[in-house]
Protein backbone atom coordinates (compact mmCIF):
# COMPACT_ATOMS: atom_id res chain seq x y z
CA UNK A 1 0.00 0.00 0.00
CA UNK A 2 1.36 3.30 -0.94
CA UNK A 3 0.71 5.54 1.87
CA UNK A 4 2.46 8.42 1.06
CA UNK A 5 0.00 8.89 -1.64
CA UNK A 6 -2.68 8.12 0.56
CA UNK A 7 -1.77 10.77 3.28
CA UNK A 8 -0.53 13.22 0.66
CA UNK A 9 -4.20 12.78 -0.68
CA UNK A 10 -5.89 12.91 2.54
CA UNK A 11 -3.60 16.14 3.56
CA UNK A 12 -4.71 17.70 0.36
CA UNK A 13 -8.21 17.31 0.99
CA UNK A 14 -8.35 18.17 4.69
CA UNK A 15 -6.23 21.57 3.58
CA UNK A 16 -9.36 22.01 1.46
CA UNK A 17 -12.08 21.47 4.03
CA UNK A 18 -10.35 23.91 6.29
CA UNK A 19 -9.59 26.80 3.54
CA UNK A 20 -13.28 26.42 1.92
CA UNK A 21 -14.92 26.00 5.51
CA UNK A 22 -12.90 28.28 7.33
CA UNK A 23 -11.51 25.87 9.67
CA UNK A 24 -8.93 25.94 12.31
CA UNK A 25 -7.53 22.37 11.20
CA UNK A 26 -8.56 21.73 15.52
CA UNK A 27 -11.53 19.45 14.11
CA UNK A 28 -9.47 16.10 16.00
CA UNK A 29 -12.40 15.38 18.73
CA UNK A 30 -15.13 15.28 15.35
CA UNK A 31 -12.49 13.36 13.40
CA UNK A 32 -12.89 10.71 16.29
CA UNK A 33 -16.44 10.92 16.54
CA UNK A 34 -16.54 10.69 12.35
CA UNK A 35 -14.04 7.63 12.62
CA UNK A 36 -16.65 6.10 14.67
CA UNK A 37 -19.79 6.66 13.17
CA UNK A 38 -18.21 5.58 9.98
CA UNK A 39 -17.29 2.05 11.75
CA UNK A 40 -20.78 1.78 12.84
CA UNK A 41 -21.69 2.30 9.38
CA UNK A 42 -19.78 -0.29 7.95
CA UNK A 43 -20.61 -2.70 10.31
CA UNK A 44 -24.18 -2.03 9.90
CA UNK A 45 -23.22 -2.96 6.08
CA UNK A 46 -21.94 -6.29 6.92
CA UNK A 47 -24.98 -7.02 8.83
CA UNK A 48 -22.67 -9.18 10.89
CA UNK A 49 -23.80 -8.93 14.22
CA UNK A 50 -27.59 -9.14 13.00
CA UNK A 51 -28.06 -13.07 14.16
CA UNK A 52 -31.59 -12.33 14.45
CA UNK A 53 -31.85 -11.39 10.60
CA UNK A 54 -31.84 -13.67 8.07
CA UNK A 55 -31.13 -10.17 5.17
CA UNK A 56 -27.81 -10.71 4.11
CA UNK A 57 -24.88 -8.02 3.74
CA UNK A 58 -25.02 -5.02 1.60
CA UNK A 59 -23.10 -5.99 -1.92
CA UNK A 60 -18.96 -5.93 -1.04
CA UNK A 61 -18.62 -3.01 -3.37
CA UNK A 62 -20.63 -0.76 -0.86
CA UNK A 63 -19.24 -2.15 2.11
CA UNK A 64 -15.80 -1.52 0.56
CA UNK A 65 -17.06 2.39 0.40
CA UNK A 66 -17.70 2.71 4.01
CA UNK A 67 -14.68 0.81 4.92
CA UNK A 68 -12.70 3.59 2.82
CA UNK A 69 -14.62 6.38 4.33
CA UNK A 70 -13.15 5.30 7.85
CA UNK A 71 -9.65 5.21 6.46
CA UNK A 72 -10.32 8.92 5.30
CA UNK A 73 -10.48 9.27 9.08
CA UNK A 74 -7.72 7.19 10.29
CA UNK A 75 -5.47 9.31 7.89
CA UNK A 76 -6.84 12.88 8.49
CA UNK A 77 -6.64 11.62 12.53
CA UNK A 78 -2.55 10.74 11.51
CA UNK A 79 -2.40 14.16 9.62
CA UNK A 80 -3.73 15.70 12.86
CA UNK A 81 -0.83 14.47 15.18
CA UNK A 82 1.84 14.51 12.64
CA UNK A 83 1.75 10.69 12.36
CA UNK A 84 2.11 10.23 8.85
CA UNK A 85 3.76 6.40 8.29
CA UNK A 86 5.28 4.71 4.69
CA UNK A 87 3.92 1.36 6.19
CA UNK A 88 1.66 -0.11 8.98
CA UNK A 89 1.89 -3.42 10.04
CA UNK A 90 -1.32 -5.56 8.97
CA UNK A 91 -2.86 -7.88 11.35
CA UNK A 92 -4.17 -11.39 11.56
CA UNK A 93 -7.45 -11.16 9.96
CA UNK A 94 -10.09 -11.70 13.23
CA UNK A 95 -11.81 -14.86 13.90
CA UNK A 96 -15.24 -12.90 13.24
CA UNK A 97 -16.16 -9.89 11.89
CA UNK A 98 -17.41 -8.74 14.97
CA UNK A 99 -14.56 -9.67 16.91
CA UNK A 100 -12.80 -6.97 14.56
CA UNK A 101 -15.11 -4.19 15.41
CA UNK A 102 -15.24 -4.48 18.74
CA UNK A 103 -11.25 -4.40 18.82
CA UNK A 104 -11.27 -1.37 16.22
CA UNK A 105 -13.70 0.46 18.65
CA UNK A 106 -11.49 -0.53 21.76
CA UNK A 107 -8.41 0.49 19.76
CA UNK A 108 -9.78 4.26 18.70
CA UNK A 109 -11.01 4.64 22.22
CA UNK A 110 -7.34 4.23 23.54
CA UNK A 111 -5.92 6.21 20.82
CA UNK A 112 -8.57 8.98 21.64
CA UNK A 113 -7.02 8.83 25.19
CA UNK A 114 -3.70 8.78 24.81
CA UNK A 115 -3.24 9.85 21.29
CA UNK A 116 0.24 8.43 20.68
CA UNK A 117 2.13 7.43 17.81
CA UNK A 118 2.41 3.71 19.26
CA UNK A 119 -1.59 3.76 19.84
CA UNK A 120 -2.22 4.90 16.21
CA UNK A 121 -0.19 2.59 14.89
CA UNK A 122 -1.93 -0.24 16.61
CA UNK A 123 -5.15 1.00 15.50
CA UNK A 124 -4.15 1.81 11.98
CA UNK A 125 -3.38 -2.38 12.31
CA UNK A 126 -6.58 -3.42 13.50
CA UNK A 127 -8.39 -1.61 11.41
CA UNK A 128 -6.34 -3.20 8.23
CA UNK A 129 -6.97 -6.83 9.68
CA UNK A 130 -10.62 -5.94 10.27
CA UNK A 131 -10.41 -5.12 6.13
CA UNK A 132 -8.78 -8.48 5.56
CA UNK A 133 -11.42 -9.99 7.73
CA UNK A 134 -13.99 -8.75 5.31
CA UNK A 135 -11.98 -10.04 2.55
CA UNK A 136 -10.56 -6.76 1.09
CA UNK A 137 -6.94 -6.96 -0.21
CA UNK A 138 -4.61 -3.74 0.20
CA UNK A 139 -4.80 -3.27 -3.58
CA UNK A 140 -8.61 -2.94 -3.51
CA UNK A 141 -8.45 -0.61 -0.46
CA UNK A 142 -5.97 1.69 -2.00
CA UNK A 143 -8.07 1.95 -4.92
CA UNK A 144 -11.25 2.82 -3.50
CA UNK A 145 -9.72 5.02 -1.38
CA UNK A 146 -8.12 7.27 -4.54
CA UNK A 147 -12.08 6.92 -6.28
CA UNK A 148 -13.89 7.76 -3.18
CA UNK A 149 -11.15 10.44 -2.80
CA UNK A 150 -11.81 12.00 -6.05
CA UNK A 151 -15.56 11.94 -4.75
CA UNK A 152 -14.98 14.05 -2.01
CA UNK A 153 -13.02 16.29 -4.19
CA UNK A 154 -16.32 16.45 -6.25
CA UNK A 155 -18.71 17.00 -3.53
CA UNK A 156 -16.90 19.48 -2.52
CA UNK A 157 -16.82 21.22 -5.98
CA UNK A 158 -20.94 21.36 -5.47
CA UNK A 159 -21.16 23.04 -2.01
CA UNK A 160 -21.45 19.55 0.26
Known amino acids: MDWVTLFEMQDQLDKRI ?8 NQFDDRLLALL ?3 GELANETRCFKF ?11 I ?9 FLLSLGLALNLE ?4 DEGDAYLT ?5 LDVYNKTNVFAISRTEQSYETLMGAFLALGATLGFTQEMIFE ?7 ANHVRQDSGY
Open 18 to 25: QAEHGLNG
Open 64 to 72: LEEYVDGVH
Open 144 to 150: AYVSKNE
Open 97 to 101: ATDGF
Open 37 to 39: VEL
Open 52 to 62: WSRKGPAPQET
Open 85 to 88: RSSF
